[in-house]
């Protein structure tokens, strides 16, 4: 399959995700925030929640990743050394 010309900003993604697929994208916006908030409270850079890893900087969840997925940057899965 060829790959579209056209470029999909996140925002029309999210739009698609809302309007079309009648995703509850707030919904879960909050479910992720009660997830976290305990980690937020704490201060905490990250928390990792049922095998899934939650990146926070300044309060504000920025990704998530699996545990297992490999760190693009090394080439390898996370962890030790």
């Given at each position: 399959?060829?790959?579209?010309?056209?470029?999909?900003?996140?925002?029309?993604?999210?739009?698609?995700?809302?309007?079309?697929?009648?995703?509850?994208?707030?919904?879960?916006?909050?479910?992720?925030?009660?997830?976290?908030?305990?980690?937020?409270?704490?201060?905490?850079?990250?928390?990792?929640i049922?095998?899934?890893?939650y990146?926070?900087?300044?309060?504000?969840?920025?990704?998530?990743v699996?545990?297992g997925?490999?760190?693009?940057?090394?080439?390898?899965?996370?962890?030790?050394?």
């Amino acid at each position: 399959m060829k790959k579209p010309r056209a470029i999909i900003t996140d925002h029309a993604l999210l739009r698609y995700l809302e309007r079309v697929l009648g995703m509850d994208v707030e919904g879960i916006r909050d479910e992720i925030g009660r997830k976290v908030d305990r980690a937020v409270e704490m201060g905490a850079c990250g928390t990792t929640i049922e095998g899934w890893n939650y990146r926070i900087e300044a309060g504000r969840v920025v990704t998530v990743v699996s545990t297992g997925s490999p760190d693009i940057r090394l080439g390898r899965k996370r962890g030790r050394a």
